[in-house]
């Protein structure tokens, strides 16, 4: 039996995470679902470490965002071998990646994630209901009335009511469903006259999913897997913007577009203490072995693990033959089928340090992706449907070339803070990499309401950005923050007894609102701090 709650929220992943925990807090009743039986979105089921600023470990994310970091810290010093060293550190980084300082295995933060979750859960205020998708949903007069799901296990379907309505799906799917306008793939530039755009507007132009999967490497062994069915196609694949082959470690640099060789060498004989981890100095995706590694097996005491633990979200496996939005089941078989066939091409032609060719001993790791495969639960969805927004963040709200680098747009509704580069990578209408530097930014509550639709809010990459600006948006802790001010307004609102657009328009309404959100550890501005 589900019982009738205040708020629901389609969607598990970050934002939704977050927005359960603020609605909760705020004491209102909350049903969540997820279409994976794995909460925590891009961080978990879709296997991809976080993307950070610079400045993550002093300020830029909220409260409950370094709630989770720390937690996630906590458990790999309860329950993992560390050495002294590496236990005594504050901002440990467990697998010594280059993109994060804290790169992490999914099933960690997923532990975490759960346990932020138990208490509202064992309350009776939050009920989850994992591998439930939503299929359809009923709307009058600019209110969202229900949504329907389908049990993915046996096919059943359940039709949800609430007051509110967050969309925290990783598509934007709610907003198809119950007619919300909104917009996919590339904008005119004639729009919001960008630099960046097109000429004219490109819906399936849309960024490249990656399905992402884990990998260890054991020297004399032989993992090798079956050769891929597409294995053929993807090994002679070559995209006219790239300098060879697309399965090859030479690939385009993302903010010169130069060819730049990458190097793989598994399990290196470098200390993990003495990896730093900072995007604005250095991307870290020159040597791919270290880029994303969740597991440092030199953390820990010698013999605790045979090798590093890395995560594939390479280049080589960035998939945009077909829009995810719009065509979803062939995109994602054909992402899958990339990255099965970039691990066979590692595994039995990719060239190695020694002048051989191979690496038999790598082994995918569904142990730690929770499949049966190695590969992730789902694909990593870079750009969703976005809403037609009281607020669209543009080009000329967070480029550097054109605000300056202690530019940007301050807003009087800002309900939180973000900073990333505009990172675009390869799309389906034939772009190469847009990836240009963007200042720390704040995030406008009007970006999260629709202009027409009263009781939904965005809670996740579905805010009022632009195909380019979703480039600086759509990571970790933005998509938290988003989800989090989702579920603490849609709360605020029922206690109130008014409405999202009139807590933003009116003054009064919006300085309470802020309030609310500074007491929660809500960082709305940033200090001065220089865009990279």
Not at 73 to 85: F, G, I, K, S, V
Request: hydrophobic share 35%.
């Amino acid at each position: 039996m589900i019982p009738e709650a205040d708020i629901l929220i389609v969607g598990g992943g970050l934002g939704g995470v977050a927005a359960a925990l603020a609605a909760c807090r705020a004491g209102r009743s909350v049903v969540m679902t997820e279409e994976t039986d794995w909460i925590g979105g891009q961080l978990t089921s879709q296997a991809v470490p976080p993307d950070e600023h610079p400045w993550v470990e002093q300020f830029g994310v909220t409260a409950t965002y370094r709630h989770l970091r720390e937690g996630i810290r906590a458990y790999y010093r309860q329950w993992y071998p560390l050495r002294a060293e590496a236990r005594a550190v504050a901002e440990l980084n467990p697998g010594a990646g280059r993109v994060s300082k804290l790169c992490h295995e999914p099933r960690v933060a997923l532990a975490v994630l759960e346990g932020m979750l138990a208490p509202h859960r064992a309350a009776g205020r939050l009920t989850v209901l994992t591998e439930h998708r939503p299929v359809a949903a009923e709307s009058d007069n600019d209110v969202v009335r229900s949504v329907t799901v389908r049990d993915r296990r046996d096919g059943t379907h359940r039709t949800l009511t609430a007051r509110y309505v967050l969309d925290a799906t990783e598509t934007g799917e709610l907003l198809r469903l119950a007619g919300v306008e909104h917009a996919t793939g590339a904008e005119s530039r004639a729009e919001f006259d960008e630099p960046h755009a097109p000429d004219a507007a490109q819906p399936l132009n849309q960024q490249g999913i990656t399905v992402c999967f884990a990998l260890s490497h054991h020297e004399g062994e032989d993992h090798t897997i079956d050769r891929p069915a597409a294995y053929d196609f993807w090994r002679a694949y070559r995209p006219a913007f790239w300098p060879g082959p697309l399965l090859g470690f030479q690939a385009p640099d993302p903010r010169t577009l130069e060819p730049v060789g990458r190097t793989f060498r598994p399990n290196p004989d470098i200390d993990p203490l003495a990896v730093t981890a900072d995007q604005s100095a250095d991307a870290g995706d020159k040597e791919l072995w270290g880029f994303r590694r969740i597991l440092a097996r030199g953390l820990h005491a010698p013999g605790a693990f045979e090798s590093d633990i890395t995560l594939v979200n390479w280049p080589l496996n960035d998939y945009w033959l077909k829009p995810y939005i719009g065509e979803e089941t062939q995109a994602l078989d054909g992402a899958r089928e990339l990255s099965l066939s970039l691990l066979y091409w590692l595994q039995t032609e990719a060239p190695r340090p020694d002048g051989g060719t191979g690496f038999p001993g790598l082994r995918p790791r569904p142990d730690v992706t929770g499949t049966s495969d190695g590969l992730a639960k789902a694909a990593y969805v870079r750009e969703s449907r976005r809403i037609k927004a009281v607020t669209t963040v543009t080009e000329h709200d967070v480029a550097i070339d054109l605000v300056g680098p202690r530019g940007g747009t301050r807003y009087r509704d800002s309900v939180g803070v973000g900073g990333y580069r505009i990172d675009l990578h390869p799309s389906t209408g034939g772009d190469s990499y847009i990836d240009i530097g963007s200042v720390p930014f704040e995030i406008p509550l009007g970006a999260l309401l629709p202009r027409r639709v009263r009781n939904l809010v965005a809670a996740g990459k579905n805010i009022g950005t632009t195909h380019i600006t979703n480039g600086c948006h759509r990571l970790h802790p933005v998509e938290w923050n988003v989800g989090e001010v989702a579920g603490a307004l849609a709360g605020h609102c029922l206690a109130e007894n008014v409405e999202p657009h009139q807590v933003r328009s009116d003054d009064k309404r919006l300085e309470d609102f802020g309030r609310l959100l500074d007491r929660a550890g809500v960082q709305r501005h940033w200090p001065d701090v220089r865009g990279y």
